[in-house]
Every structure is written in C-alpha cells, then in structure tokens.
C-alpha cells in the first residue's frame, strides 16, 4: 500500500482513538500523532500530501469552524469582542518577539515561528503555514506542545487560584 493510504489509516485510528479517550486536542490532535508516528516509524521519506487533499482539509476546517458561527455567537459575543482583539494584539506581539528570537538564533525560519507563536489552533496556523510556505509540521509541533502544556497547566491554576 502507498504512503497515502497508510497515512490516512493511521491518522484515522489515532483520531477515533484520542477523541474516544477524551485526549485533549480530541480527535485532531489524535489524527496528527498517529500519522506523526506512522511517518517516522514505518518511512523513511519526506512525504506531501497531494494539493487537492491539502486543499480539501482547509475548507472542511473553515467550514467546521464557520458552522459554528450564528447571531446569538453576535450578540452574546460583543461584550467581549474588544477583550478577544487586546488578547490577540498581545499574543501577536509576543509572538513576534519569540519568532524574532528564534529565527535569530537559528531555530526556525521567521514565517514558521511567526505561524508557531502566534495565536490560533494548531490545524488553523499549520493549514495556514503550509499555504504560505513555512513548515508546517514544526507549526503543529509548537502548537502541540502549547495546547498539551496548557491542558496541563490551566486547569491546576484555576483549581489554586480561581476566587469561587
């Protein structure tokens, strides 16, 4: 069987598995290490997935992710709508930075640190690092590590330090 196939078998069964489990990322996070695993266990090539299959995978993502959005998202979200843009202006700032940094140092490129510390979901910036030329797989991978490390993290605190 092609690498494709096996790829996607894999892929699969990892995301059934983790979504089934409850793993935090659920099935997306799944998905990538057991086609992650499959990769660098059982090839030993660089692999690509074909353009048409990339291409189908973001608009699903855009359209899974569009789904979601209705008038009552509107009118509840306003009230918070200039908390999510200060977030975002500071996570994008700090992500500059750590870009900077890193790319400085030799680590990564700027375009995939820039996609790696700024804020977003794993699929979202790796889909998006792919179409403009970074590297994705290390996108995920610093994405992975935040999303993992967060699910760790944030519960703790907010069983030590929320005021209830």
């Given amino acids: 069987m092609n690498t494709l196939l096996w790829t996607t078998i894999w892929g699969t069964l990892g995301g059934l598995l983790a979504w089934k489990i409850g793993f935090p990322g659920g099935a997306a996070v799944g ?6 695993l499959y990769n660098l266990v059982a090839t030993n090539i660089r692999y690509d997935m074909p353009l048409p299959l990339e291409l189908a995978a973001q608009i699903a993502v855009g359209v899974v992710v569009g ?10 979200g306003a009230s918070v709508l200039v908390w999510g ?7 994008l700032i700090v992500g500059l930075i750590l870009a900077s940094v890193a790319s400085r140092l030799g680590y990564l490129t700027f375009d995939t640190a820039l996609f790696g510390f700024s804020p977003g979901g794993f699929t979202g910036m790796s889909i998006l690092a792919g179409a403009e030329g970074a590297e994705p797989a290390k996108v995920s991978l610093i994405h992975f590590t935040r999303v993992v490390m967060l699910f760790i993290v944030v519960p703790l605190m907010v069983r030590l330090l929320a005021v209830r």
């Fill in 31 to 36: 998905a990538l290490l057991g086609s992650g």
């Fill in 67 to 76: 789904s979601t959005f209705n008038r009552e998202l509107l009118q509840s």
């Fill in 85 to 91: 843009v200060i977030g975002a202006t500071i996570y």
